[in-house]
Nanobody
Framework: QVQLVESGGGLVQAGGSLRLSCAASGRTFSRCVMGWFRQAPGKEREFVARIKCSSGTTYYADSVKGRFTISRDNAESTVYLQMNSLKPEDTAVYYC?????????????????WGQGTQVTVSS
């Protein structure tokens, strides 16, 4: 019923920028939270940012505050992650996820749908 597809990943130099997109298709959520996660080689998957579908309220991991911005388009069919001032430690596979329901998920295990991921590589 729901499909999430990430795009926009690639290779960028340290200090550069990338914008990731997460296109959602399928049935419409009555209430939802969209999130971005990432997993670097040898590390656990970590939370990056989330946005409430209705209110637009956002929340970020400390490691990306001031550098990354999560947003939605007017149709709420696409979620974006604008990444600025990229660092080599930002290198990871980035995943889009969706939570459907009331409240706000605080762990990755609460999200209901996941994208396939897109690779982001930041060179020194």
């Amino acid at each position: 019923q729901v499909q999430l597809v990430e795009s926009g990943g690639g290779l960028v130099q340290a200090g550069g920028s990338l914008r990731l997109s997460c296109a959602a298709s399928g049935r419409t959520f009555s209430r939802c939270v969209m999130g971005w996660f990432r997993q670097a080689p040898g590390k656990e998957r970590e939370f990056v940012a989330r946005i409430k579908c209705s209110s637009g309220t956002t929340y970020y991991a400390d490691s990306v505050k001031g550098r990354f911005t999560i947003s939605r388009d007017n149709a709420e069919s696409t979620v974006y992650l604008q990444m600025n001032s990229l660092k080599p430690e930002d290198t990871a596979v980035y995943y889009c996820a969706a939570f459907e329901g009331w409240g706000t998920p605080t762990t990755e295990y609460e999200y209901n749908y996941w994208g396939q991921g897109t690779q982001v590589t930041v060179s020194s």
